[in-house]
């Protein structure tokens, strides 16, 4: 295990530095809350026309770009280290942006509610704003109603509740951000357990005079996953152990660990995969009377709409790989419930899960990328020209490439995520018998090929 | 074991070349002139999908039905504008295969970004070719498992 981490903070000694010190987060965090705030301005009162509004292009292809495809997948939770969302109501709560204030919080800092201390509510947040994508992709005064009330919410819960309740708990992006986390090559963790175990007070999880408790309620001693660490690096300031450290290591680490795994990620996984598909064949398809149901066109084919996309993300994807669990299960001979395979194997889906979301947004960001120059130039659409870029044509990328990238991307997952399905399956089998492992694999392989099709047909069939 | 490992994955190695490689031809059908009327109308193409054969000589009809809308065809680079009323016709030969997109290159709505069209030019031999792939990979990925993963019963 140890051999296969690499201790970032000892190899680069300037990335402690840096981390141990508040000013990149808050600075990085201001940064974004200023593009943050220009694209609500700009959603509110720029052009409705989307692709010439900052509010649609910044966020739904650029940002949305660079973190499916480059952020979450290398450094997992680092964009929510600096998320404009949390940081104004995380501000107000310490009643200071850098400076530590001790003893001044603002707020109830009530705790959040035992029974939904999960991301059901995650799952259903991503679920909602699913269901209006069509409305919210193309309309930039939906999308400014919806950021601000992202901000809105994020403020009253910090107002109310300890930390980053709606980061950890209602975000809608968090919970998807979390479980492809699992897959990156980077984590924060405690250099000995053993350390933390024999020192008492908790400072990472209190926190001290220069430094507050983990706003995320995660304590590092026991921290197996990157799944709830946003890396705002708190406890590496507060330790005075100094044995927090950033490890890098081999991707997809998290997805062996055994004891937490849990039925509402397992579902956020099925609602990741069944997204991807369905906003590849809506989205990307052919079919206009699809996106006129999408498009909110009439309550009752939007209903039909809704019905059908929850039907496809909650019971299809979700029982097909029930039925496959069980027949791995009877296959392997496993004595273990099915629904502990379901919940298990369900982590095996998430390299194709974020292999799905890379290939959909390929597709996105490919054909839509040269709007952003314009765009940088006038981000409401009044026919400013700051940059001189306004007068910039739309120019699709790369789209003689573009099928054969997606499927690249496919196959990668897929490769990755039978290697996955068959390593878990060996924690179930006694003695970690590889026979059993691999006939266990066969049916999940299955579904993970035909899921690869399924794709496939929609992108090059 | 580095051996064994090279020897139990070449075969699939070998095999997804030879899939990337197999002459398709013999699927394609004689080439032909194909007359083609495509109607744009916010926020769809009549008909959504076109099918032709590798080499056919296409002429297309491109119109508006309510605004001014466009055509962009990727893969073959060709890009067009259409007013109501102007019909415009647009020539070329469908030599390369597979599916191609063809989308409005003039904002014409909301939901402008999202309307969307598709060429099929058979034999679809790149989809054929993927799909095998996706075959072999995961075959490769399971005899690779099966052989070569730490304490494995066989090989």
């Known amino acids: 295990m140890a051999e296969t981490r690499r201790d970032a903070l000892v190899r680069w000694p300037w990335l402690r530095r840096t981390l141990t010190s508040r000013l990149w987060s808050a600075a990085a965090a201001l940064i974004t809350l200023a593009g943050f705030v220009l694209a609500i301005l700009a959603g509110l009162w720029g052009t409705p026309a ?102 809105v919410v994020s403020l009253a819960l910090s107002l109310v509740f300890e930390g980053r309740a709606f980061c950890r708990y209602l975000c809608p992006v968090g919970g998807f951000i979390g479980v492809f986390s699992l897959l990156a090559p980077l984590e924060l963790r405690v250099k000995e357990r053993g350390v933390c175990q024999q020192h008492s007070p908790k400072d990472c999880l209190t926190g001290t005079n220069c430094s507050y408790g983990c706003p995320w309620g995660v304590y590092p001693g026991t921290l197996q996953r990157n799944m709830h660490c946003g890396l705002c690096a708190e406890c590496l300031r507060s330790c005075p152990q100094d044995n927090i450290t950033i490890n890098l290591r081999l991707p997809a680490a998290d997805l062996w660990v055994a004891g937490e795994r849990r039925l509402d990620e397992a579902y956020k996984v099925f609602i990741m995969l069944g997204c991807a598909l369905l906003y590849s064949v809506v989205l990307l398809g052919p079919w206009g009377w699809l996106k006129q149901l999408a498009n909110l066109e009439t309550w009752g084919g939007w209903a039909i709409y809704a019905a059908g996309f929850l039907a496809v993300n909650l019971l299809v994807v979700p029982g097909l790989f029930w039925l496959t669990s069980a027949g791995a299960r009877r296959l392997a001979g496993f004595p273990l419930p099915t629904r502990r395979l379901f919940i298990d194997y369900a982590y095996g889906l998430v390299p194709l899960g974020l292999a799905a979301w890379i290939a959909f947004s390929l597709s996105l960001v490919l054909v839509n990328a040269t709007y952003a120059l314009p765009v940088l130039s006038d981000p409401f659409g009044w026919g400013w020209d700051l940059l001189g870029t306004a007068g910039v044509h739309w120019q699709p990328l790369a789209t003689g490439w573009l099928p054969g990238l997606q499927a690249a991307v496919l196959l990668a997952g897929l490769a990755f995520s039978i290697l996955a399905v068959y390593r878990i399956a060996r924690q179930h089998a006694p003695r970690a018998s590889t026979d059993q492992a691999w006939r266990a694999s066969l049916p999940l392989t299955a579904y993970l090929t035909g899921f690869v099709l399924l794709l496939m047909g929609v992108y090059l069939g | 074991m580095l051996r064994k490992r090279l020897l139990t994955v070449l075969p699939f190695i070998l095999l997804a070349g030879g899939v990337w490689l197999l002459p398709l031809d013999w699927l394609a059908a004689a080439p032909q002139t194909r007359q083609v009327t495509l109607t744009a109308s916010q926020f769809a193409f009549d008909p959504p999908i076109l099918h032709v054969n590798r080499g056919d000589r296409v002429i297309l009809t491109l119109q508006a039905a309510d605004v001014v809308h466009g055509l962009y065809l990727d893969g073959y680079d060709l890009q067009a504008r259409v007013e109501p009323g102007l019909p415009r016709q647009l020539e070329f030969i469908a030599d390369r295969s597979g599916k191609f997109r063809y989308r409005c290159s003039v904002s014409c709505g909301s939901l402008h970004p999202f309307m969307i069209g598709e060429l099929v030019v058979t034999p679809n031999d790149t989809f054929i070719r993927l799909a095998g792939l996706a075959l072999i990979t995961a075959a490769g990925v399971l005899t690779y498992l099966r052989r070569c993963a730490p304490g494995a019963a066989y090989g």
Not at chain 1, 68 to 90: D, K, M, S
Not at chain 1, 94 to 116: A, H, K, N, T, Y
């Open chain 1, 50 to 151: 989307g692709a010439r509004n900052f509010g649609i292009v910044f966020v739904w292809i650029v940002w949305w770009a660079a973190l499916i495809i480059g952020l979450v997948p290398l450094f997992g939770r680092l964009w929510c280290a600096i998320c404009p969302i949390p940081a104004p109501g995380e501000w107000l709560q310490r009643r200071g942006i850098v400076q530590q204030l001790p003893e001044r919080r603002l707020g109830l800092g009530r705790r959040w509610p035992r029974r939904l201390r999960n991301i059901w509510l995650q799952n259903a947040s991503f679920l909602l704003v699913a269901l209006f994508s069509m409305l919210i992709l193309t309309r930039p005064a939906v999308t400014g109603w919806l950021l601000l009330g992202f901000l």
